[in-house]
């Protein structure tokens, strides 16, 4: 899992997201994605794919549009 964040307090902006990938139990992957505003819940999607290949495809080229688009990861505590 990887939980990223993009905070701008001139524009009120405090997003984060957060890729996972999970086996399925018929074997498949699903990549779970969550994002929204941080302190809120957030909106949830699954997408699910035939093969690891393909599901790691997917998460990686999430990933690097987000932080493309100004995420940063979330430092550790």
């Known amino acids: 899992m990887i939980k ?3 905070s ?5 902006m405090h ?6 990938l999970a086996p399925t139990l018929f074997g ?3 990549l779970v994605t ?14 699910v794919f035939q093969s690891t290949d ?3 495809a997917a998460f990686t080229k999430r ?10 990861p979330l430092a550790s505590a």
């Open 34 to 47: 969550e994002w929204g505003r941080i302190g809120s819940p957030g909106s949830v999607q699954q997408n």
């Open 54 to 56: 393909l599901a790691q």
């Open 63 to 72: 990933q690097d549009d987000k932080i493309r688009r100004g995420y940063r």
């Open 4 to 6: 990223l964040t993009r």
């Open 8 to 12: 701008d307090p001139s524009k009120n």
């Open 15 to 20: 997003r984060f997201y957060a890729l996972q």
């Open 28 to 30: 498949e992957w699903v």
